[in-house]
Nanobody
Framework: QLQAFGGGLVQAGGSLRLSCAAS????????MGWFRQAPGKEREFVGR????????YYADSVKGRFTISSDNAKNTVYLQMNSLKPEDTAVYYC???????????WGQGTQVTVSS
């Protein structure tokens, strides 16, 4: 019930905005997270937002460049990615959980490719 979209090919220094739309349930009091997995690497945490309070937390690798926001009316969470680097190339996934330890709900990934 989570669908991530908005990926694509962008040059280094460019921007992309990913969306994660929820359907079937609202996830209104959940944490929503973004993760990514680069080829040959393990999936890594990118950032999260508390949909009830709006607080955010980011991995050091994206802090200051990526911003997560939530539109509760649209049941959608966004990942705004600025100043993209080739090392940001990965499949990006959104996830939901009632806490930020376990993420039982996952969307399909969307590919982000940053060219140098």
């Amino acid at each position: 019930q989570l669908q991530a979209f908005g990926g694509g090919l962008v040059q280094a220094g460019g921007s992309l905005r990913l969306s994660c739309a929820a359907s079937g349930r609202t996830f209104s009091n959940y944490y929503m997270g973004w993760f990514r997995q680069a080829p040959g690497k393990e999936r890594e945490f990118v950032g999260r937002i508390s949909r009830s309070g709006g607080s955010t937390y980011y991995a050091d690798s994206v802090k200051g460049r990526f911003t997560i926001s939530s539109d509760n009316a649209k049941n959608t969470v966004y990942l705004q990615m600025n100043s993209l680097k080739p090392e940001d190339t990965a499949v990006y996934y959104c996830a939901a959980g009632q806490n930020y330890i376990l993420w039982p709900y996952w969307g399909q990934g969307t590919q982000v490719t940053v060219s140098s």
